[in-house]
C-alpha cells in the first residue's frame, strides 16, 4: 500500500543521514489561542507581551498567525512588518524565519507577475526556518507547500518537496503522509493523494490543519464534479469527522445531496455547517436551499445573514445575493 512509505525512500535517506528527530514540538499559548479563534484574547495578550518587550518572538510572529487566521488582508502590510521586527531582533528563530514566510505568502495574491518579487523570499524564510529548527513542522508542511507550487525558475521543485516529505518519515510517519499526500495531489494523482491522506493520523499535529482540511475538500470537490457522490460523501464525512471545528466537512455534504436533489438533506448539513461556521457563503447556500424548498421567509432571512456575515463576500456575489433579497421581499 502506498500509505506505508515505500522502503526503497526510506533506505536512501537512511544512506544519506538526513533523518532528523523532527517530533512535533509543543504549540505555544498564543498560537493556541489563534487556533481556537479567541482573537480578543490573543490581541490581548499579544499588546500585553510586546508592551513589555517590543522584540518578543512568540508575540510578534502571533500577530502573523491572527493575522492569517483572520483573512485580514487589509493588515497584511502590519503582519509583514510585525515577521520583520521579529526576525531583525531574533535572527536564529525559526519562528520568526516562518512568520516571515507566512506574511510573504498572505501578501502575495497568487502565483503571477504581480507576486513574483516575493516568492524567492519565501522560499528563503521557509527553508531557514526548517534549517533551524527541523521540529517546525508548519514551516516544513508550508515549505513543501511552496517546492509544489512555485515553478521551477523560482524555486519549485518535486524532487526536493518529497525529500523534505521523507526527511521525517522515521520520526513523524504521519506527517509524511500528509506531505507525501500533498506531493501526489500536485502531480495529478488523487487516489494515491487519497490513500496517503486517510492513512494519517494528524490529530497531534493542529497547526496544519488548514492544509489538511483543504486537501480533503479538494478530493472530495473532484469527486462531486465527477459525480461521484458516494465517494464525495465519504470524504466530506470524513472531513467532518477529523476536523469537526470546520464547516467544510458538513458545507461539502450539503453540496453532495443537493446535487442528487436531497434539499432537505442539503438543509439538514448547512444547518449544521452554519452552527459550526457561519459563514457568508453558507448562509447563501442555505438560502438557496430554503429558496427551492419555496420557504421564502427563511430564505430572506439566511440572504440577509450571508450579507451581514464576514469576512464579506465578493462584490459579484454580493450583487446577485442582493437582487435575488429583493425579489424575495417583493412577493
Not at 524532487?159 to 518519515?169: H, Q, S, T
Request: charged residues 25%; positive net charge; hydrophobic residues 45%.
Amino acid at each position: 500500500m502506498l500509505a506505508t512509505i515505500r522502503p526503497w525512500c526510506g533506505a536512501a535517506l537512511i544512506a544519506s543521514g538526513v533523518l532528523w528527530d523532527a517530533r512535533a514540538a509543543p504549540v505555544h499559548p498564543i498560537t493556541q489561542l489563534v487556533q481556537q479563534k479567541r482573537f480578543p484574547d490573543a490581541a490581548r495578550v499579544i499588546a500585553e507581551r510586546l508592551a513589555a518587550d517590543p522584540g518578543d518572538a512568540p508575540a510578534l510572529a502571533g500577530m502573523v498567525d491572527l493575522v492569517v487566521a483572520q483573512d485580514a488582508a487589509g493588515r497584511v502590510p502590519e503582519a509583514k512588518a510585525a515577521a520583520e521586527r521579529c526576525v531583525a531582533a531574533n535572527p536564529t528563530s525559526s519562528t520568526c524565519a516562518e512568520a516571515l514566510g507566512r506574511a510573504l505568502e498572505a501578501q502575495a495574491s497568487g502565483w503571477m507577475a504581480a507576486s513574483l518579487g516575493n516568492t524567492r523570499a519565501q522560499r528563503d524564510a521557509y527553508e531557514r526556518a526548517v534549517l533551524l529548527d527541523p521540529t517546525n513542522y508548519r514551516a516544513r508542511v508550508s515549505l513543501v507547500r511552496f517546492y509544489l507550487r512555485a515553478p521551477f525558475f523560482l524555486g519549485g521543485s518535486t524532487i526536493r518537496a518529497r525529500e523534505l516529505a521523507l526527511e521525517v518519515n522515521r520520526t513523524d510517519p504521519d506527517l509524511t503522509r500528509l506531505m507525501l499526500a500533498l506531493c501526489a495531489h500536485s502531480e495529478e494523482r488523487p487516489q494515491d493523494a487519497e490513500e496517503y491522506v486517510l492513512a494519517a493520523d494528524l490529530g497531534k499535529y493542529e497547526l496544519v490543519t488548514r492544509v489538511h482540511r483543504d486537501l480533503l475538500s479538494r478530493l472530495a470537490e473532484a469527486h462531486l464534479d465527477a459525480q461521484r457522490f458516494a465517494d464525495s460523501a465519504r470524504l466530506y464525512a470524513e472531513l467532518h469527522r477529523r476536523i469537526p471545528s470546520s464547516e467544510s466537512g458538513s458545507y461539502g455534504l450539503a453540496q453532495v445531496a443537493r446535487a442528487r436533489d436531497k434539499l432537505a438533506d442539503a438543509a439538514f448539513y448547512l444547518e449544521r455547517a452554519v452552527a459550526i461556521g457561519p459563514k457568508p457563503y453558507v448562509f447563501a447556500s442555505l438560502a438557496e436551499v430554503y429558496q427551492a424548498q419555496n420557504d421564502n421567509p427563511r430564505a430572506i432571512a439566511a440572504y440577509q445573514s450571508a450579507l451581514g456575515a464576514r469576512p464579506a463576500l465578493e462584490r459579484r456575489r454580493r450583487q446577485e445575493i442582493m437582487a435575488r433579497l429583493a425579489q424575495l421581499q417583493q412577493r
